[in-house]
């Protein structure tokens, strides 16, 4: 890959050419056939879908649509109709575990996820769990980072709901074993949830072949608008859930003594969507597809370890998470410096890193830290970017 020609794509970085953006675990920066078609959208298609028949709405429902066959096809979902367009992840975690889970779940029950979870994969469950009086089991990990496999194999049991695992933690960058996961589950006839908000970029993704029943990420992690998110769920599975959000295109009939609603994916995607952002994530896939994951990955995996091994020559860094099943993100602390303090220097050097607890608060709790330093890589990211990070690094010792 030509790297130098590929960031050339992303405005971002023309204007803002001393950028070293190494925040891509919350969000990745846009290339500009992303930010032309949301454009485009407004300027020529601009309507409602699913509701006119006039030539613009008819435009704009049919770029909608493409979408959703776009992203069945990116994950290889069986059917469109497994496609549910939410604003976020963290929407789609809430969406099964309002319509799904809650309607399931009863005092001798237990739902497992793991240590390294997410907020956003975490409280849902947990509130799910407190609500039916449920208990919530945790997944415990290593100090390198790594899932306790022997403990899901003894907790999983008749009374299991459903297990909820992160692909890839957006703390430690630890790879999970989803397929493990998801095989030793089914054998107790246990439905999971994937988080691939993390992995959706570098990861060759296919629902069939994984055999996940719900799976979810969001588009900004993918090059792609904010505010728009896939929740894929098997067919079966979303057909017997009841919708918790009502209003507008998830109906099919309204009286005032009963609704009956929309069939799928409708029925989960009341009200007016984000279109433009929707549209535009066709835009999004097609870059990802255009570079390849695999060259994605491969890349991105190159500069971690390069990074791994230019970070552990600083006196008195450590990096927490040190998984061999790892990808694209270091977190570290420097001793005796708060991961604040980093932080405000390096973007006094325009270097774009996050500090702090990362949505992950029981992660920092195990370890004993109040946070971590996090760099995280994407495609547009170079040797020279780590260099100016440890650059700045030494000059956060020098200072301190």
Known sequence: MDIRQIK???????????LVYLDNASTTQKPR???????????????????????????????YEKTREKVRSFINAKTAKEIIFTSGTTAAVNLVAQCYALERVGEDDNIIISAMEHHSNLIPWQ???????ATLRVI?????????????KEKLDKNTRLVAVTHISNTLGTINPIEEIIALAHKKGVPVFIDAAQSITTQMIDVQA?????????????????????LYGKEALLNSMTPYQYGGEMIRDVTFEKTTF????????AGTPNIAGVIALTAAIDFVESVGRHNIAHHVTQLMQEATEQLLGINGLEIIG??????????????????????????????????????????MD???????????????????????????????????
């Open 8 to 18: 050339k794509e992303f405005p971002i970085f023309e204007h803002h050419p001393d």
């Open 33 to 63: 056939s992303v930010i032309e078609a949301e454009r485009f959208f407004y300027e020529n298609q601009n309507a409602n879908v699913h509701r006119g028949i006039y030539g613009l709405a008819a435009a704009a429902t049919q770029a």
């Open 127 to 133: 509130q799910v769990c407190l609500k039916r009086g």
């Open 140 to 152: 415990p990990f290593d100090t390198e980072g790594v899932l306790d496999m022997h403990f899901l």
């Open 210 to 230: 994984l055999d996940a029943d719900f799976l979810a990420f969001s588009g900004h992690k993918l090059f792609g608008p904010t505010g728009v998110s896939v």
């Open 262 to 269: 929309a069939g799928l994916p409708q029925k989960f995607e």
């Open 322 to 363: 040190t998984a061999k099943a790892k990808t694209g993100i270091i977190s570290f602390i420097l001793r005796g410096v708060h991961p604040h303090d980093v932080a405000t220097i390096l973007a006094e050097n325009d270097i774009a890193i996050r500090a702090g607890h990362h949505c992950t608060q029981p992660i």
């Open 366 to 400: 195990f370890y004993d830290i109040p946070g971590t330093v996090r760099a995280s890589f994407s495609v547009y990211n170079t040797a020279e970017d780590i260099e100016k990070l440890v650059a700045g690094l030494l000059s956060v010792k020098r200072f301190f």
